[in-house]
């Protein structure tokens, strides 16, 4: 299960803030490490000593969080946490969203984009003005019939039976397909679940004409969880968000986690 050790790419704003909000609250719910990360250009003191500042202002923040702090150089933000990650075995790396952005919704940086296409590592993003409500009320699965989505079936089924919170996975009718079809890979989604953990999922069909609309029509509940698999251009062990994953994340009011492509 993700959030043994969930490293934050801490930044000195409203998102690296919210990053760090949600970092902290998973580790509390899966009682795995937390490693606070400061990315900063090579051949920059200056930069390291600020880097070490901003860390120090996020062990304020986090109070008696047990935690650990870490500046590190590297040429570019996203490429420092997959590295960092890498080395000290996280296994999800949270981020948060750029400035300008809707509040309440995702906005992708350039760190975050390049997770999302690269990383060794589960990704999560923190919609803007995220700020935590407790224990994860509901892990919600992002269906789509195909072997990334299922495999993520089981996975995030044990997840939800580890954590004690409900599985809901969800599908979207954009009005394209064959809504008979749809139904009934879910269905089976559903039964692949229940075989392989026996938990009971819920299963919703979410309808609209395009993913914007079809995601504003599910109920999004406070503390959910939205997770989408890798696409399956993705390389092995590495996050690489498709184009349908892409607009429910932009239109997600939720964190979202992105799986690497044979997540175990």
Known sequence: M??????VGYTH??????????GAAITRVTGGELTVA??????SPGESVQAQAYLAEAGVALENVPSEFMAFESRGAGRGL????????????????AGGGQHGRIALGSTAAHLLHLSPEAVMVAPSGYAPVGRSSRLTLAYV???????AVGRVAQAALRLGVPLRLITFDLRTDDPERIRDDLALAVRLAWE????????????GHDVAAAMETATW?????????????AQPHRVFI?????????ASSVPVTVLPRGFS
Request: aromatic share 2%.
């Open 82 to 97: 997959g590295v960092l990650a890498g080395r000290i075995r996280a296994d999800l790396i949270v981020v948060g969203s």
């Open 145 to 151: 019939h195909r072997p990334q989505c299922d495999e």
């Open 13 to 22: 704003d409203a998102g690296g803030r919210e990053a760090l909000a949600l």
């Open 2 to 7: 993700i959030g043994e050790h969930v490293i």
């Open 38 to 43: 400061s990315i900063y250009p090579p051949g």
């Open 196 to 207: 392989t953990t026996g938990i009971e999922a819920e299963a919703e069909v979410a309808e």
């Open 242 to 250: 498709g184009e349908l994953a892409m607009k429910m994340l932009r």
């Open 221 to 233: 509940l406070p503390g959910e969880l939205l997770v989408c698999a890798a696409s399956e251009d």
